[in-house]
């Protein structure tokens, strides 16, 4: 079965880390656009951090610069996105998806990713999401 399963989540005090892994099962992660995603209550799905197999480009939204790393580990095919410094609008259900790079209409690039295939109607492989609750 192809498919992509995160894991986690969790609840955590404003200022603490967390470290959300995500593990393809069924195909490699090679030639594919790894992106994490987010939706919070009443709110739109946007991407978080994204990065693309093969020249490791990465993009990140800018309210986690600095404070959210992605890095792809291609020999254990997981994505892994450390959170630090995590506030209380972190608070989401972070889904992983993967999506194949090479497209009819052109390659996939980490920002592309972020921005574009933010809902599994738009193609990849999608998580089942984790929930992520930063409070005191």
């Known amino acids: 079965q192809l498919q992509v399963v995160e894991s986690g989540g969790g609840l955590v005090q404003p200022g603490g880390s967390l470290t959300l892994s995500c593990a393809a099962s069924?195909?490699?992660?090679?030639?594919?656009?790894i992106g994490w995603f987010r939706q919070a209550p009443g709110k739109e799905r946007e991407g978080v951090s994204c990065?693309?197999?093969?020249?490791?480009?990465?993009y990140y939204e800018d309210s986690v610069k600095g404070r959210f790393t992605i890095a792809l580990d291609n020999a254990k095919n997981t994505v892994e996105l450390q959170m630090n410094s995590l506030k209380p609008e972190d608070t989401a259900v972070y889904y992983c998806?993967?999506?194949?790079?090479?497209?009819?209409?052109?390659?996939?690039?980490?920002?592309?990713?972020?921005?574009?295939?933010?809902?599994?109607?738009?193609?990849?492989?999608w998580g089942q999401g984790s929930q992520v609750t930063v409070s005191s």
């Open positions: 998806a993967a999506v194949y790079r090479m497209r009819r209409d052109g390659i996939v690039t980490a920002q592309g990713m972020c921005a574009h295939f933010t809902d599994p109607g738009k193609g990849g492989y």
């Open positions: 069924g195909f490699t992660l090679d030639y594919y656009a």
């Open positions: 990065i693309t197999s093969g020249d490791n480009l990465i």
